[in-house]
């Protein structure tokens, strides 16, 4: 049986900007990081971010933002990553947990 595996892209934002964004094997975007100043940061900061998120001292939180949407925290030291917004806290619950278990064996790609 074949991995399901969601995808990693990384993008030039703002012009000169890197930013990348983890996805799903359904599409659905997971995570947006911040932006990096050069393509190799970028690389570099998914390699952080998989193993940030993977590490046992990792804490998730679900917080309710202003207009009363729910988003996921990954927090592991200094290094905090804040998901998408959700209408129900499940869901953020749900991706929390598909971007631990998609940051790992997920590609590449460099738009």
Do not use: P
Request: glycine share 6%.
């Amino acid at each position: 049986m074949a991995e399901i595996k969601g995808k990693y892209t990384i993008e030039c934002v703002y012009g000169d900007l890197y930013q990348f964004s983890l996805f799903a094997n359904n599409g659905q975007l997971l995570y947006e990081s911040r932006e990096y100043a050069t393509l190799a940061s970028c690389k570099s900061g998914i390699e952080t971010f998989k193993k940030n998120v993977q590490d046992e001292k990792t804490k998730t939180r679900i917080d309710v933002d202003k207009n009363k949407n729910y988003k996921f925290i990954i927090k592991n030291g200094n290094s905090i990553y804040v998901g998408e917004s959700y209408k129900t806290k499940t869901a953020a619950e749900n991706s929390a947990e598909s971007v631990k278990r998609f940051a790992l064996i997920s590609d590449v790609v460099v738009k």
